[in-house]
């Protein structure tokens, strides 16, 4: 079946460090990608998707690229700052059913 | 107001009672999804729904059940709570591609 798979975490970074949070997927078909972000004591929110092969998501300074050669979608920022600090998830949608699942989520804490 | 709404946002309940969480979207999506999320499992897919009456089995549906007889509503009910079954559970409604999510509830079993 299908599944995504993420980093462990939680990660630590300095502000203005560079990010890599990885995800990888398992999937049958071609599925769309995304990456949600979570603050503390909210609800999920949609950071950025691909929905096919070699397209780059980006928004908000983070950058994805749907790579099926690999099945990864790693998530990138180039200089981050505190207000980054949340849960974020890799998750993709199967394109035949409709299914939506998620990885374990990846904790990121940015330090001033 | 648009958007997706989760009811009760807090509920606390006993062990072996009933209890039902409700999910209502306004836009007429026909996804629905009903997750939980627990420490160490991010979230986890219990049921989803393609369309109005259609439902299927996620990765972890012991112990609940859902019905869809309208597009815009996907409630999930715990038949017998269990203390395992503590968690927060989102809702969320899709299209084609992202699905939106609700702010969550909080069940507390005793």
């Not at chain 1, 462990?8 to 599925?31: M, Q």
């Not at chain 2, 972890?60 to 968690?87: C, H, I, M, W």
Request: charged share 20%; net charge neutral.
């Amino acid at each position: 079946g299908n599944s995504v798979t993420q980093m462990e975490g939680p990660v630590t970074l300095s502000e203005e460090a560079f990010l890599t949070i990885n995800c990888t997927y398992t999937a049958t078909g071609y599925p769309s990608l995304f990456w949600y972000v979570q603050y503390p004591g909210e609800g999920l929110q949609l950071l950025l998707k691909a929905t096919k092969a070699d397209d780059k998501g980006s928004n908000k300074g983070f950058e994805a690229t749907y790579r099926k050669e690999t099945t990864s979608f790693h998530l990138e920022k180039g200089s981050v700052q505190v207000s980054d600090s949340a849960v974020y998830f890799c998750a993709l949608k199967d394109g035949n059913t409709g299914k939506l699942i998620f990885g374990q989520g990846t904790t990121l804490q940015v330090k001033p | 107001d648009a958007g997706i709404t989760q009811s009760p946002r807090y509920k606390i309940t006993e062990t072996g009672r009933q209890v039902t969480l409700m999910c209502h979207q306004t836009w007429s999506h026909s996804y629905m999804f009903w997750y939980r999320q627990d420490l160490g499992h991010g979230l986890r897919l219990i049921y989803y729904s393609a369309a109005a009456d259609i439902t299927d089995k996620g990765e972890v549906p012991d112990g609940y059940v859902v019905s869809r007889s309208k597009t815009e509503n996907f409630p999930l009910t715990l038949e017998s709570a269990t203390r395992s079954q503590t968690s927060v559970y989102f809702c969320a409604s899709s299209e084609r591609t992202e699905a939106f999510f609700g702010q969550g509830t909080r069940l507390t079993v005793v």
